[in-house]
């Protein structure tokens, strides 16, 4: 008995010894690859603001701790944006067919619930299942047209009265975007009326926003995308207006200022005047226009960029223009809030926020504008130091 009890004894101690070990390498390996924090709900928040326009579009779909996409739209409702425009891709949710991965979709809506944020979703990426070997994850053959509107009339039954916008697909007048496939009007025009009325049976509250259209002056039959005001002039012809409710139309200044002048040669902010005469063209004047991407970047060593004193005004001017023409302009969405990661290159400097949550002077000042804290003469105010 006393051999058994002693080899009983020395089997514990090998056990505890090992369980000592694995204890010690869990911990290990916690603070080498930490766990990514959850994040509970706050009360339930409303966004305070004097100017409903004032939208940014969110990069959240790569962000890995759940705190930060948290944080992120705290510091969008602090700022005084009502809506968000974030894309949510179809090969993130479904990449397996049939089989579809909600949790990263999930958190973002859930937390710009909480926050009181509208959101604006655009639609877009082919999982690889839905489109032929070595294309790009842009590429969108005819044939898959029935399979991506099962995934946004999917998309549209979960998350319906949360969000209730959404964008088909994005600047569809650039062939990067269809995977180098001819630019064509008609195609677009075929997936809208695909999509519209399923989405709307899905969801009687959808707004579908069309186009996303990216300013260029291409010509037709350039490889690389057709000018905007041309495609939006063939999206009539090809009778988009019936699979429609809202445009959706991206403006950037680039190096011109807030002020200039509408140019069918040019390319700067007020273009959207010109998109806006082609919808009166036909007909259209009472569909109203979203600008889901816009702004000013103050890299110093990008050809197209202002400087940042620059960046703030344009900025600024461009929200009090949209403000001047609100019967028609329902948004105006900055890009962008944030990054998960610097790239290194001028893109940085298209951001609101930095990466680990330093907040520029041009989040001030828009903060500033939408709670009517402006100061003549101060073009951002950041709080005092605590």
Same mark, same amino acid.
């Given at each position: 008995m006393n051999k058994i009890l002693g080899f009983l004894r020395a089997?514990?101690?090998?056990?505890?010894?090992?369980?000592?070990?694995?204890f010690v390498l869990w911990l290990i390996v916690g603070a080498v690859y930490p766990v990514?924090?959850?994040?509970?709900?706050?009360? &339930?928040?409303? /966004?305070?603001?004097?100017?409903?326009q004032v939208c940014v579009h969110t990069d959240l779909k790569d962000e890995v701790d759940e705190w930060k996409i948290q944080r992120s739209l705290q510091l969008v409702r602090e700022m005084g944006a009502t809506t968000i425009v974030e894309f949510f891709p179809w090969a993130y949710a479904e990449s397996n067919e049939d089989q579809y991965r909600w949790y990263q979709f999930d958190r973002i809506t859930r937390h710009a619930q909480n926050q009181g944020i509208r959101v @604006? =979703?655009?639609?877009?990426? /082919?999982?690889?299942?839905?489109?032929?070997?070595?294309?790009?994850?842009?590429?969108? &053959?005819?044939?898959?047209?029935? !399979?991506? #509107?099962?995934?946004? #009339? !999917?998309? =549209?039954?979960?998350?319906?009265?949360? #969000?209730?916008?959404? @964008?088909?697909?994005?600047?569809?007048?650039?062939?990067?975007?269809?995977?180098?496939q001819e630019v064509l009007p008609e195609r677009y025009v075929r997936l809208l009326q695909a999509v519209y009325?399923?989405?709307? !049976?899905?969801?009687p509250n959808m707004n579908v926003l069309a186009g996303a259209l990216a300013p260029t002056l291409e010509p037709v039959g350039s490889p690389h995308g057709m000018n905007d005001l041309i495609y939006l002039e063939g999206l009539y012809q090809a009778g988009a207006a019936d699979y429609f409710d809202t445009l959706a139309v991206h403006a950037y200044g680039?190096?011109?200022?807030?002020? =200039?002048?509408?140019?069918?040669?040019?390319?700067?902010?007020?273009?959207?005047?010109l998109v806006r005469e082609v919808m009166q063209r036909y007909d259209d004047e009472e569909t109203p226009i979203i600008v889901t991407e816009s702004g000013w970047n103050d890299n110093p060593r990008w050809t197209l960029a202002v400087r940042p004193s620059q960046r703030i005004a344009n900025t600024i001017d461009a929200f009090h223009w949209a403000d001047e023409h609100q019967n028609w302009i329902e948004n105006l969405c900055i890009w962008v809030l944030r990054?998960?990661?610097?790239?290194?290159?001028?893109?940085?400097?298209?951001?609101?926020i930095t990466p680990n949550f330093q907040l520029k002077p041009i989040y001030y000042a828009i903060q500033n504008?939408?709670?009517?804290?402006?100061?003549?003469?101060?073009?951002?105010?950041?709080?005092?130091?605590?």
């Open positions: 089997q514990g101690r090998k056990y505890w010894a090992w369980a000592i070990r694995l990514s924090h959850r994040a509970p709900l706050q009360p &339930p928040q409303i /966004v305070q603001t004097r100017h409903q @604006i =979703a655009r639609l877009g990426l /082919v999982p690889d299942w839905a489109r032929p070997a070595e294309t790009t994850l842009n590429y969108l &053959p005819e044939e898959s047209f029935d !399979d991506f #509107v099962q995934f946004a #009339v !999917d998309f =549209a039954t979960r998350y319906e009265g949360i #969000v209730d916008d959404i @964008i088909i697909w994005n600047e569809p007048n650039l062939g990067f975007e269809w995977g180098y009325q399923p989405l709307h !049976d899905a969801n680039l190096e011109q200022p807030q002020s =200039a002048e509408p140019d069918e040669e040019s390319l700067n902010f007020r273009r959207i005047e990054y998960p990661r610097d790239t290194g290159r001028y893109p940085d400097n298209w951001t609101l504008y939408a709670l009517g804290q402006e100061s003549e003469g101060t073009l951002w105010l950041p709080p005092p130091a605590s």
